[in-house]
Nanobody, 119 residues
Framework: QVQVVESGGGLVQAGGSLRLSCAASGSIFSVNTMTWYRQVPGKQRELVAQITRGGSTNYADSVKGRFTISRDNARNTVYLQMNSLKPDDTASYYC?????????????WGQGTQVTVSS
């Protein structure tokens, strides 16, 4: 069984910082691309940042220069350092892990962590 668990959300003032973590665990052979998404009620889930196993990254235009994605392959963990936060960053943040497990190749989602930025 595979689990993907996010942590690190919370309430922060505009201009502040938060660091999100997402760890994949279970019968995992390898973790490929890991991606952070966010969603606000009534809107579609949007990609925030993505990182391949080799470390190549991709960011949404709205977070470039403020957010940094990184990963620890030994721990099957991805991080999202969020600086200069804005109220528009308020959302539930979800982690997606594309991985190979005992059940084969699949995408797994975490349960989400809430980020609230006050003005």
């Amino acid at each position: 069984q595979v689990q993907v668990v996010e942590s690190g959300g919370g309430l922060v003032q505009a201009g502040g910082s938060l660091r999100l973590s997402c760890a994949a665990s279970g019968s995992i052979f390898s973790v490929n691309t890991m991606t952070w998404y966010r969603q606000v009620p009534g809107k579609q889930r949007e990609l925030v940042a993505q990182i391949t196993r080799g470390g190549s990254t991709n960011y949404a235009d709205s977070v470039k220069g403020r957010f940094t994605i990184s990963r620890d392959n030994a721990r099957n963990t991805v991080y999202l350092q969020m600086n200069s936060l804005k109220p528009d960053d308020t959302a539930s943040y979800y982690c997606n892990a594309n991985l190979v497990s005992g059940l084969g190749y699949a995408n797994y989602w975490g349960q989400g962590t809430q980020v609230t930025v006050s003005s």
